[in-house]
């Protein structure tokens, strides 16, 4: 009995011990702290760099979350479906994610933010990316990087076949291809990518020089429209015949990037974003060689897409708010954002491709293509909806049937039929 | 008596006796649930409560966002994914396939090895920290050097063949090969496991019926056969429940060699892929977790037939 009574009293104690340490919280309403969740990018490293000069004159601590695009998007899948506080300023992609996000109300209307202090200038931004930022009327997210579709190629081996200009037209890419597959042997004529998502973006661009896009004018699916078909059997075709013996149909811009900067192929069309993959002689085996030139004019024209990659947000069930705002105002900043540039970054902002300092680190060649491709690029490089993810796969499936040799209408035929009624599904 | 509010101590220190506050009783009455509580709330916020949840879930159409409204649907959903011959279908058959193969191969290989190790040898040691390498590697980091070795263009495997004279395999690339291709690779890295776990069994069998089935002058096959076999069985199921449970669950080998969806033609999309890929990738959470049900009762048969084996095995 004794014993017993002693054991009832010390888990008694135990208890309450545990309960006592379960109460009290934290105020941490408008918390010095603001917590930062970024995705791997050059434009990350730069911040990180500069973030010292930010503590110093605001006083706030920033506290950094780093993580790879796919593992990033799952973050935010998980933390913000749970209306989880503790990212205060985010990361996201406008086009992949960014209507989900705005839709779910993960994203805070930064409307009075952007008007706040106009030495900060909203309207220096880019007409095109800050309408990919935002959401029924009211800005959801700050552009940071934008990106256009350029053509890299081997200026040794195009030498070496005796062409002296890069293609200007697709046609003249398919030629140049084939002559220099043939003249050498192991190198590929041309390699993009090839992955069922990470391909369409790349391939949004083929689409619109044939004349073609993801819906139609009256917001119809036309991925079977005859350009499309062209577009899907020129891309894929391409590929089949002059791309890397046994091509893989899951590379994304990583594999494509280093079948290139190995020196294993003669054309890649990509993202002018990554460029620094390609020049930089740490990671390329070309970095001499490489040259650049504006999406090449298919029966359409050049039509490159135009697009902002990432953009700042913050996360409406945030506490933080306007210390996080603090934080992107300096990060989107002139001065950051031509920093930022002078790095390689292509930045949102008018003013910075103005000035000669903002282009000066670039290849003259990269320049020329880029400004060719601002131009007359388009606004989106995938179909512009909620579910983006799930939208990619069905328009890219045409793209992989065409590289595995199946035929490419009738995929494309097929592809129609499930996006239409992908868009029926979605506008319920 | 002053005692019975304030509890002062009787001489040698031991507690007055017939002093038992309210609360200490009701404790000592309920003994064995408070003990128990701590496990008891652990299993049923980790395990009782998520599974719940997707149960839940799996009867809505929550898409988009959890917190987003959601209309309670019913069956709906099981309707859906029981009739989706696209990807629901061709999934179940790719994890049956993927564990059913794998199995096999790791059970002989397993038991090959196991009975190459059972008798000591020379440099015994190191044979044995050699096989049991993959085993203790990341799985992801496993995905990641196999999918070097198996690049098609660059890609070690492919080098190895050309020396040999044998022409560029597409491996992880190809849409045929790369089921069979993972399935090797889940081989590489679980017979290991095989091992240890029959080796455990073979150890602790007594040596007697193989000495008498010697002197009857039986084989070394029929010794294996009718002798090593039967007396190890139940470690044999231990080791086929273990192991398949885990492969029906594999994701992550998948994950790191193909990427999102299981490759672009899912190739090698097993249930956990899809629903992953249901979730992560399209915010379908009610056909998600539908998908996650229907697996769970998958893996609850297949281990209820397994068992029901053992326990006929065991008789």
Known sequence: MRRRAIIGTSLAVVAAMGLSACGGGDDSGASKTVRVTLANHVWTENIKQALPEFEKQTGLKVELTQLGEDQLSDQYNVKLNAGSGDIDVMMYRPLQEGKLFAKNKYLADLSDKVKSNADWDFADFQAGPVEATTYEGKPVGVPIITEQEVLYYRKDLLAKAGLTAPPKTLDELKAAAVKIKAAEPGVAGFVARTGKSPAVTQFSSFLYSFGGDFVDASGKAAVNSDAAKQAYAFYGGLIRENGPANVSTDMSWPEAMAIFTQGKAAFYTEANSLYKNATDPAKSKVSDTVGFAPFPAGPAGSKPYNIPSWALGINDSSKNQSNAWTFIEWATSKAQTLAQQKSGVPGARTSVWANPEGTASYPKDLVDAIAASTAGGVAHDRPVVVKVAEAREIVGQPIVDAIAGKDPAAAADTANEAFQKFLDDEAK | ?315
């Open chain 2, 1 to 315: 008596m002053a005692t019975v509010t304030t509890p002062t101590r009787a001489p040698g220190g031991v507690a007055p006796v017939g002093y038992v506050s309210a609360w200490s009783r009701w404790a000592n009455e309920h003994r064995k649930w408070l003990f128990a509580a701590p496990a008891m709330a652990f299993v049923a916020a980790l395990i009782v409560f998520p599974l719940a949840w997707t149960g839940y879930l799996s009867l809505t159409d929550a898409e988009g966002s959890v917190r987003a409204e959601s209309e309670f649907v019913g069956f709906q959903n099981y309707v859906e994914v029981l009739s989706d011959t696209d990807r629901f279908w061709p999934a179940v058959a790719r994890t049956v396939a993927f564990t059913g193969v794998a199995l096999l191969f790791e059970v002989v290989l397993g038991m090959a090895i196991a009975l190459l190790l059972w008798r000591p040898f020379k440099g015994e040691k190191w044979v044995r920290v050699a096989i049991l390498m993959p085993l203790v590697a990341t799985p992801v980091a496993v995905g990641m050097m196999w999918r070097l070795i198996f690049d098609p263009n660059i890609g070690l495997a492919n080098q190895v063949l050309g020396w040999v004279g044998i022409g560029p395999q597409p491996w992880l690339a190809g849409q045929h090969s790369a089921l069979p291709t993972t399935i090797f690779i889940d081989v590489w890295q679980w017979t290991p496991m095989v091992v240890l776990i029959l080796l455990a069994g073979l150890t602790s069998l007594s040596d007697e019926p193989q000495e008498a089935a010697l002197i009857d002058g039986a084989s070394a096959w029929q010794r294996f056969r009718h002798v090593t076999l039967p007396l190890l069985m139940p470690t044999v199921i231990v080791a086929v429940l273990l192991r398949g449970i885990d492969a029906l669950k594999t994701f992550d080998i998948l994950y790191a060699t193909k990427g999102r969806g299981g490759g672009s033609f899912h190739e090698v999309e097993t249930l956990n892929v899809y629903a992953y890929g249901l979730s992560f990738d399209y915010n379908e959470y009610g056909l998600s977790s539908t998908v996650l049900i229907l697996f769970f009762l998958i893996i609850i048969g297949s281990m209820w037939a397994l068992t029901a084996r053992k326990k006929g095995a065991q008789r």
